[in-house]
């Protein structure tokens, strides 16, 4: 991660025609918070609960995650707190979950798939937590999504077990709200199905970097295939292009909280292609406002649709007129 050295823009930007466009921070523990907060972050775009699990023997109870998430939207009582529920297995292992060895973990049980199933407990108390968080005075800004996704009886049973749990804290009598609800559009099949997904939730998030890893069949973590791993394939762009337009033909807002979206040189291709929201390690969020501010949409949009008809990494760099760069 780079220091900007960028001035903080503590307020809301928006393009020079007058888009608006959301920066927000991804945070990964309760340290991060004051930095996201000092660089000027409109609020939280991921906020990463695996740290609440992992080094430890036993899950945390609901009061702990309660006050985490609390604490989370305290540091942001005007913004939005994206809270995403457990994402572990593949590369996020937890021993006292004793998930089985499997051949090919990033394609095994991971994310969503872990809390439908195998931990529907965890998934639960994890919720109610959630819903608790969402009846405080800052809880407003609460929005909740679900990583992983691939199929849309996923979203509906995720859905379920939102609502499920907001009876069961109604009938016994415990404060509560029902968060913003949304799915994380990190495989190919919730980018293909991202019009189905949106039709269903509020809003859809972009993880690039598992992405760019599906997409590509390039594992993330594996240097030896570290270029197929590749944000600016056209085929990745593609698969944004279709999560993006999934969303403008609905009522869910779209943003990316992958890496992708902390990297100046590529904010006018985003809000090209009509991300609403783009969230990122605090440290770029200065830069990018920045650049926010020098794009014309209008300019972007054919930007965006330049780079969309590239059939190369090579002519989406020519288009972004970029030099060529890890990946
Ligand atoms: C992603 O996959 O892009 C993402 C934001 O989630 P994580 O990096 O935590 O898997
Ligand atoms: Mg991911």
Not at 85 to 100: A, E, F, N, Q
């Amino acid at each position: 991660v780079r220091e900007s050295g960028h001035e903080v823009i503590p307020e809301r930007v928006e393009t020079v025609d007058g888009r608006s466009v959301e920066v927000a921070a991804n945070v990964g523990g309760e340290a991060e918070l004051a930095p996201a907060a000092e660089r000027g972050a409109d609020g939280i775009g991921l906020f990463r609960t695996e740290f609440l699990f992992v080094d430890r023997e036993a899950p945390p109870s609901e009061d702990e995650q309660y006050a985490a998430v609390t604490t989370a939207l305290s540091a942001f009582p005007d913004d939005r707190v994206v809270v995403r529920t457990l994402d572990v297995g593949g590369d996020k292992p937890v021993p006292y979950l004793d998930l089985p060895e499997e051949p090919n973990p990033f394609l095994g049980r991971r994310g969503i798939r872990l809390s439908l199933d195998e931990h529907a407990d965890l998934f639960e108390t994890q919720l109610r937590a959630l819903l608790r968080a969402a009846a405080t005075e800052d809880g407003d800004g609460l929005a909740v999504m679900f990583p992983l996704v691939t199929r849309v009886e996923e979203v509906e049973r995720a859905v379920d077990a939102v609502e499920s749990v907001a009876d069961d804290l109604a009938a016994e009598g415990v404060d509560h709200a029902v968060p913003e609800l949304g799915a994380m559009v990190e495989t190919p099949a919730a980018a293909f199905l991202a019009d189905a997904l949106a039709e269903r939730l509020d809003f859809l998030s972009v993880g690039t970097n598992d992405l760019a890893g599906y997409v590509m069949a390039a594992d993330r973590g594996n240097d030896a295939v570290a270029d197929y791993h590749d944000p600016l394939h056209p085929a990745v762009m593609r698969a944004l292009d279709r999560t993006t337009a999934a969303a403008e033909g609905s009522d869910a807002w779209v943003g990316m909280c992958g890496e992708m979206a902390g990297d100046p040189a590529l904010t006018e291709l985003l809000v090209g292609l009509g991300f609403d929201e783009l969230s990122m390690s605090a440290v770029t969020v200065p830069e990018v406002k920045a650049r926010v501010r020098e794009v014309d949409a209008d300019a972007a949009a054919s930007l965006a649709n330049e780079a969309l008809a590239c059939e190369t990494r090579g002519e989406v760099l020519d288009v972004l007129e970029i030099g060529e760069r890890d990946a």
